[in-house]
């Protein structure tokens, strides 16, 4: 797993190994990052990744976050509950000397409680598939103060996830056994 474009392009991240079964680590692919990010800093989506105040939930490995931050993303929080995920972000926030740009939260992504500090422009939702994570995480994040109106919503899962109110699908597209779902917060 690597960096695929940017200031840090080619910056091997930490190895997964194995992955860890009970902490759902399943990093998004270097392919299917390149082809979202390409989707994204498009002149359809006017670039939403440049100078954007990013939202990366169970963010796992950190890989599509710091994507962002390589690609120009002014900042990124990363929320995840997971022990083994939080190690493996905190090296590969390490190796890409991201500490000043970054936060993490150990946190429960479907219960963000009201947010501190300015709404997110850009998230990611990558959850464990098949689980209706998403769709509570980004209840959460609606309801709770942390996302900017106007802000773009990347979701991935393994099925066609329907977006909740306030959002509106923007674009859709599977890659093998991933799909990604561009949305956009209406309110």
């Known amino acids: 797993m690597r ?3 940017g200031r840090w392009r080619g910056k091997k991240l930490a190895d997964v190994g194995q992955g860890d079964a009970a902490a759902h680590l399943r990093p998004t692919t270097d392919r299917v990052r ?5 989707l994204l800093q498009n002149p359809t989506y006017g670039d939403p990744v440049t100078g954007a105040r990013v ?3 169970f963010a796992g490995t950190g890989a599509l976050g710091l994507e962002a931050l390589s690609r120009g993303a002014a900042h990124c929080t990363f929320v995840d509950d997971g022990n083994a995920a939080r190690a ?3 090296e590969n926030i390490g190796l890409c000397a991201a500490q000043g740009i970054t936060k993490v939260f150990r946190r429960n992504a479907t219960d963000l409680g009201a947010a ?9 939702l990558d959850p464990p598939y098949g689980q209706a994570l998403g769709e509570k995480a980004l209840a959460s994040a609606l309801g709770n103060g942390w996302l900017a109106p106007g802000a773009i919503v990347v979701w991935e899962e393994n099925t066609p996830p329907i977006l909740p109110a306030g959002c509106e699908l923007l674009d859709q597209r599977r890659y093998g056994g991933t799909v990604v779902t561009l949305g956009r917060v209406t309110g």
């Open 3 to 5: 960096i695929v474009a």
């Open 34 to 38: 390149e082809n979202l990010f390409n």
């Open 55 to 57: 939202l990366d939930l």
């Open 88 to 90: 493996l972000l905190r």
């Open 116 to 124: 501190r500090g300015p709404a997110f422009t850009l998230v990611f």
